[in-house]
């Protein structure tokens, strides 16, 4: 809607109400557009940040989408879901017949957990306070969150105790500034005491050129992160799985490959006999014997690897 309208017409939040009743709970864009808070060497930071309405076109203030975002030995893993878009996802197929295996294998589903699909959403906001980066402040970006901030977002919307007021989040006018206060718990961010300020109020004080350059020409377009463009086929997912699940196993049969090809090692030559010290040639063959044991450790690690339960699915998988 323009930005008359949008003056004009008082915001309709049933829609978006409704969606937040059905949902439950990208990438990681590496781009300028993203903001993302800074924290200290332990973990903890703060920021004050404030949610903005969806673009003109579009019918909701976020989206949302899946993504597989682990590693393996270094090695990164980092897609979006295609069960967003209705199709099969290679991850999520080997997390189930890892989790489903009747080996009652714990490790197994460590694995599957770790792995799995993650919820990401992404919204327009405009940082209000940035300590660390304060040229950040007053600025539109896009930020990317989780689960939990979510929860904080439709608690404020549909608040569970009816005294409490509803905090119209994503409004220009009567939203509400959210403090983000993080802190690092068991190695993870923890977001628990974040939330949003009680008394809405409007964003620059109602200055309303202010509001109204903000909306028309600030504002990020959400729904293109839900593309069917952005999403790999499943035999290019496949393949990029197979290849981190390998790890290094794989990174070592690709190395000998490189220096072998086919060709077998090459066969010592027996020493020539001498007449003069038969007795000291015997015992340099016995010290030469010993120099291919490293060798022969080096495949037997390999071989353990090779016969775990766990790579066994993926290779099934990759043939």
Known sequence: MSWANYKKQKTDFTQISKKVDEMGGVNKFKDSRFWKPTVDKAGNGSAKIRFLPCPE????PWVQYYEHNFDEDGSYFVELCPTLLGRDCPVCKANGILWKSDT???????IASKRKRQVRYVSNI???????????????FLYQYGVKIFEKIKA?????????????????FEGADFNLDIKKVKGFRNYDDSKFRETPSALFGGDEPKLKKLYEEQLYKLQPFKEESKFKSY??????????????KGNVQKKADELFG?????VEEPLKKSSRKPKEEKEVVAKKE???EPENS?????????????LDWYNMLAE
């Open 57 to 60: 076109g579009e019918d909701l």
């Open 104 to 110: 009652g294998d714990k490790e197994n589903e460590k």
């Open 126 to 140: 405009i940082v209000l306070r940035d300590t660390e980066e304060p040229e950040n402040e007053g600025k539109v």
């Open 156 to 172: 404020a919307l549909k608040p569970k105790d009816p005294d409490l007021p509803k905090i119209y989040v994503f409004d220009l």
């Open 235 to 248: 035999e290019d997912l496949e393949k990029k799985f197979n290849e981190i699940v390998n790890g290094v």
């Open 262 to 266: 086919e060709d077998k090692p090459p």
């Open 290 to 292: 010993p120099t291919t």
């Open 298 to 310: 080096e495949d037997e690690e390999v071989t353990v690897e090779e016969n775990s339960d766990t």
